[in-house]
């Protein structure tokens, strides 16, 4: 267990729906990072944040979009949903260089 | 561009012999590399780091080679395991984007009895 959490494990929703995905760091941990994977596919960078505000953003799409809240968990929206966006999503922390994965949330989108 | 990539997209071992699993990368500016296993339906779970003041580093069962002339990082893993069937990413940490880390495309490990 790495001290990540996120909610839901599983989602599933139609095509040209709006999701929000949640995340929790582990304790202590300021930075949060947004990753997409999908089928037999390496993990792609989308976006992350520190302390509440962006830091480096990937290839994140504008349907997508994210936060950081004060009490530093995250959330990742997806809005106008393809077929597409299909895909394990994952949220890791850092303390500082080394990043710690959540479960994953497994989105499908009919 | 930016690319870390992988020699083997899947190796098979026998449980109980060594085996070595490779990865290139194409930055020779960063500085910090990480392993990490990915079993079905979970969560990358880092293995191993190393940094480039360093050409090696043991863990428990696991050691990570770095050589930065070639660029070119391997993870051995000692007397495998069928537990240690899964998926191994590499991942560097690129410079040009603050603590951004780029992933390999990975490598399926198979341990056969």
């Known amino acids: 267990d790495s001290g990540v959490t996120q909610t839901p494990k599983h989602l599933i929703t139609a095509t040209g729906q709006r999701v929000t995905l949640r995340c929790s760091p582990r304790?202590?941990?300021?930075?949060v990072y947004w990753y997409q994977q999908s089928l037999d596919q390496g993990l792609q960078f989308l976006i992350q944040y520190y302390n509440g505000e962006e830091r480096a953003k990937g290839n994140i799409l504008e349907r997508f979009s994210a936060q950081q809240f004060p009490d530093l968990h995250s959330e990742l929206n997806l809005s106008s949903l393809e077929l597409g966006d299909s895909a394990l999503y994952f949220c890791?922390?850092?303390?500082?260089?080394?990043?710690?994965f959540g479960p994953g949330t497994r989105l499908t989108v009919l | 561009g930016e690319s870390v990539g992988l020699h083997l997209p899947t190796l098979s071992v026998q449980e109980g012999d060594n085996s070595i699993i490779n990865c290139a990368y194409s930055n020779s500016a960063s500085d910090y590399f990480i392993w990490y296993k990915q079993e079905s339906g979970k969560g990358p779970q880092f293995i191993i780091d190393?940094?480039?003041?360093?050409d090696k580093r043991q863990g428990q069962r696991v050691t990570v080679l770095l050589n930065k002339t070639v660029k070119h990082l391997s993870l051995q893993i000692a007397a495998t395991q069928p537990g240690d069937s899964a998926v191994y990413f590499c991942a560097e940490k690129s410079l040009s984007n603050t603590d951004k880390l780029i992933f390999g495309t990975g490598t399926r490990l198979q341990v056969f009895p």
């Open positions: 190393i940094r480039s003041n360093m």
């Open positions: 304790s202590g941990d300021l930075s």
């Open positions: 890791a922390s850092s303390p500082s260089d080394t990043q710690y």
